[in-house]
């Protein structure tokens, strides 16, 4: 048995009772298949980054599982059949992974306050100029050495390569 993960993507039009029927399909098939069900995360509506099927949003769920790969092929099959599903992504959980993704299951920091803190006001420090000479930079220093000087009236000529055929065609008669 190995540890799997699936994101799916569902079509953010189909009512609550629908998604919880393809996320129960998918648990049934699981837990018939000899496998055990560790977590479904609705991670809800959320905005998607490149339109899918002419839809800006999708309804996220993360479901974790420990099944046989015949049983994940059978899901992944099933899903690719349903037309809720807009996307479904399957993959292996490494060991030593966090059951939860790392934003929901961090613990809350030590060091904030139970109360909210009055901000300080920021004191501006005086910004230094850098003195202004009339050498140039490193850099432009650089640049004018590989320039090509042209003077007034003179044109910078660069060898062209021009192909000439020697071919002549023959006119037919």
């Given at each position: 048995?190995?540890?799997?993960?699936?994101?799916?993507?569902?079509?953010?039009?189909?009512?609550?009772?629908?998604?919880?029927e393809i996320v129960g399909r998918v648990?049934?098939?699981?837990?018939?298949?000899?496998?055990?069900?560790?977590?479904?995360?609705?991670?809800?509506?959320?905005?998607?980054?490149?339109?899918?099927?002419?839809?800006?949003?999708?309804?996220?769920?993360?479901?974790?599982?420990?099944?046989?790969?015949?049983?994940?092929?059978?899901?992944?099959?099933?899903?690719?059949?349903?037309?809720?599903?807009?996307?479904?992504?399957?993959?292996?959980?490494?060991?030593?992974?966090?059951?939860?993704?790392?934003?929901?299951?961090?613990?809350?920091?030590?060091?904030?306050?139970?109360?909210?803190?009055?901000?300080?006001?920021?004191?501006?420090?005086?910004?230094?100029?850098?003195?202004?000479?009339?050498?140039?930079?490193?850099?432009?220093a650089a640049e004018d050495a590989d320039?090509?000087?042209?003077?007034?009236?003179?044109?910078?000529?660069?060898?062209?390569?021009?192909?000439?055929?020697?071919?002549?065609?023959?006119?037919?008669?």
């Amino acid at each position: 048995m190995t540890k799997y993960e699936i994101l799916l993507l569902l079509d953010p039009e189909i009512d609550d009772g629908r998604q919880a029927e393809i996320v129960g399909r998918v648990r049934e098939q699981v837990e018939t298949g000899g496998g055990s069900w560790d977590l479904h995360d609705a991670w809800g509506r959320r905005r998607l980054a490149y339109e899918i099927g002419h839809k800006t949003d999708g309804s996220y769920h993360l479901l974790h599982f420990t099944s046989d790969a015949a049983t994940l092929d059978e899901i992944s099959r099933v899903l690719r059949i349903d037309d809720a599903v807009m996307r479904h992504m399957a993959t292996r959980r490494l060991e030593g992974s966090p059951a939860r993704p790392v934003a929901l299951a961090a613990p809350a920091r030590q060091d904030e306050p139970d109360e909210p803190v009055q901000d300080e006001p920021v004191q501006d420090e005086p910004v230094q100029d850098e003195p202004v000479t009339d050498e140039p930079t490193q850099a432009e220093a650089a640049e004018d050495a590989d320039a090509e000087e042209v003077e007034d009236g003179e044109v910078d000529e660069q060898p062209v390569e021009v192909a000439i055929s020697t071919e002549v065609e023959e006119e037919e008669e």
